[in-house]
């Protein structure tokens, strides 16, 4: 099958995830994507039936950005394909997106973590921050620190840095975005990636978009497969992925 884009770090395919990646017969260390939620009467916003099956021929870990209006109703979905719940994060972003007036104003999106096999055999690793960085809602002023006595206890004491917690928080893409649900590499993506791919191991997107999880995986010193339905999308990734890779230098060597 002819890549659409490909580089030494990158590959993105056009097309239909579903039947696209059953041909390549590829293994990934992980699968990081956001698919269509199936939640709103937009053309391509409909939920792709199989995709977990065809994910779970691939890798052992998915992380799957979502809502629990999706996650709710299609749970059986995913333990049906051989998913495990792991764990989820939250992604607060600094505005919201809906308009409802009898709701709270909606200003997060759940990522959800599942895995295959035996949780050890799966490579997990949580990136860890600077002690001294702010974080949100950690030991507020006048607060008696010896309250979050299980919060310091994942200060590495070697050298201060703490675990990224599960509530991350990034700027949302709106006004910057090419594509219309563009997540944000830094602060969201490349935290996903450093957890769950170890460096030089691959990353695969089969919800590509504009290809925000090849880039945070190219950024992070992994390698990445994507493929994506539109050729539109594909063009936009494509484009950025090539001003990446045309540095004249980035902070890492990927292997292959």
Same mark, same amino acid.
Not at 78 to 106: C, I, L, M, P, Y
Not at 209 to 237: D, K, N
């Given at each position: 099958?002819?890549?659409?884009?490909? *580089?030494?770090?990158?590959?993105?395919?056009?097309?239909?995830?579903?039947?696209?990646?059953?041909?390549?017969?590829?293994?990934?260390? +992980? #699968?990081?994507?956001?698919?269509?939620?199936? =939640?709103?009467?937009?053309?391509?916003?409909?939920?792709?039936?199989?995709?977990?099956?065809?994910? $779970?021929?691939? +890798?052992?870990? @998915?992380?799957?950005? %979502?809502?629990?209006?999706?996650?709710?109703?299609?749970?059986?979905?995913?333990? =049906?394909?051989?998913?495990?719940?792991?764990?989820?994060?939250?992604?607060?972003?600094?505005?919201?997106?809906?308009?409802?007036?009898?709701?709270?104003?909606?200003?997060?999106?759940?990522?959800?973590?599942?895995?295959?096999?035996?949780?050890? *055999? #799966?490579?997990?690793?949580?990136?860890?921050?600077?002690?001294?960085?702010?974080?949100? %809602? #950690? @030991?507020? $002023?006048?607060? *008696?620190?010896?309250?979050?006595?299980?919060?310091?206890?994942?200060?590495?004491?070697?050298?201060?840095?703490?675990?990224?917690?599960?509530?991350?928080?990034?700027?949302?893409? &709106?006004?910057?975005?090419?594509?219309?649900?563009?997540?944000?590499?830094? %602060?969201? @993506?490349? &935290?996903?990636?450093?957890?769950?791919?170890?460096?030089? %191991?691959?990353?695969?997107?089969?919800?590509?978009?504009?290809?925000?999880?090849?880039?945070?995986?190219?950024?992070?010193?992994?390698?990445?497969?994507?493929?994506?339905?539109?050729?539109?999308?594909?063009?936009?990734?494509?484009?950025?992925?090539? =001003?990446?890779?045309?540095?004249? $230098?980035?902070?890492? =060597?990927?292997?292959?």
């Amino acid at each position: 099958m002819t890549p659409y884009y490909t *580089d030494s770090h990158t590959t993105l395919y056009l097309g239909d995830s579903r039947e696209v990646l059953p041909a390549l017969d590829l293994t990934a260390d +992980a #699968v990081i994507t956001d698919p269509p939620y199936g =939640e709103t009467s937009l053309a391509w916003d409909r939920w792709p039936a199989g995709w977990l099956e065809v994910a $779970a021929a691939t +890798a052992p870990a @998915l992380w799957c950005f %979502g809502s629990w209006r999706v996650f709710g109703p299609r749970w059986h979905e995913f333990t =049906e394909a051989g998913w495990k719940f792991a764990q989820d994060v939250v992604w607060e972003k600094h505005n919201g997106s809906g308009f409802a007036s009898d709701r709270f104003k909606r200003v997060h999106e759940t990522v959800t973590h599942w895995y295959q096999g035996a949780w050890a *055999d #799966v490579h997990h690793a949580v990136p860890r921050i600077a002690g001294g960085e702010p974080r949100r %809602g #950690v @030991l507020r $002023a006048g607060r *008696d620190p010896k309250h979050h006595g299980a919060q310091r206890a994942s200060v590495d004491v070697r050298d201060g840095t703490i675990l990224v917690r599960s509530v991350l928080y990034a700027r949302s893409m &709106h006004g910057s975005a090419v594509h219309p649900t563009e997540k944000p590499v830094k %602060g969201l @993506l490349e &935290h996903l990636v450093a957890y769950s791919c170890p460096l030089g %191991g691959l990353v695969l997107d089969p919800f590509a978009g504009s290809g925000s999880t090849l880039v945070a995986a190219r950024e992070s010193g992994r390698r990445s497969i994507g493929v994506e339905a539109s050729e539109e999308y594909a063009e936009l990734a494509a484009k950025r992925l090539s =001003e990446i890779d045309a540095q004249p $230098a980035l902070p890492f =060597e990927v292997t292959a």
